[in-house]
Nanobody, 123 residues
Framework: QLVESGGGLVQPGGSLTLSCTAS????????IGWVRQAPGKEREQMIC????????WYKDDVKGRFTVSRDNANNTVYLRMNNLKPGDTATYFC??????????????????WGQGTQVTVSS
């Protein structure tokens, strides 16, 4: 399973770091994606990180503000979010897939999902 943590309420321009910790499967065999869903909207793929962390991909509207990393020794992926905007308000999910693809979104067809953590950006 995957468990996200670190969400909360933050002011515009603020920062948060989300964590996604895995158990019960071979974490270092999986690429990890971060997906978010805003109220009334469809899920949106934002980020993908490869098994080793050597390759990362970002959706344009988070590029330069969000940074993904992983610690395979501790079965955890991190999402550092800077300069948060009200439009970033959503439930954030991490998900695991055995493969990554050549085209966007590189992470898809997920095998495991977390339950999500809420991020609210508001003054």
């Amino acid at each position: 399973q995957l468990v996200e943590s670190g969400g909360g309420l933050v002011q515009p321009g603020g920062s948060l770091t989300l964590s996604c910790t895995a158990s019960g499967f071979a974490f270092n065999h999986y690429s990890i994606g971060w997906v978010r869903q805003a109220p009334g909207k469809e899920r949106e793929q934002m980020i993908c990180i490869s098994r080793t962390g050597g390759r990362t991909w970002y959706k344009d509207d988070v590029k330069g503000r969000f940074t993904v990393s992983r610690d395979n020794a501790n079965n955890t992926v991190y999402l550092r979010m800077n300069n948060l905007k009200p439009g970033d308000t959503a439930t954030y999910f991490c998900a695991a897939t055995l493969y990554y693809y050549a085209d966007w979104p590189q992470c898809r067809a997920y095998d495991h999902w977390g339950q999500g953590t809420q991020v609210t950006v508001s003054s």
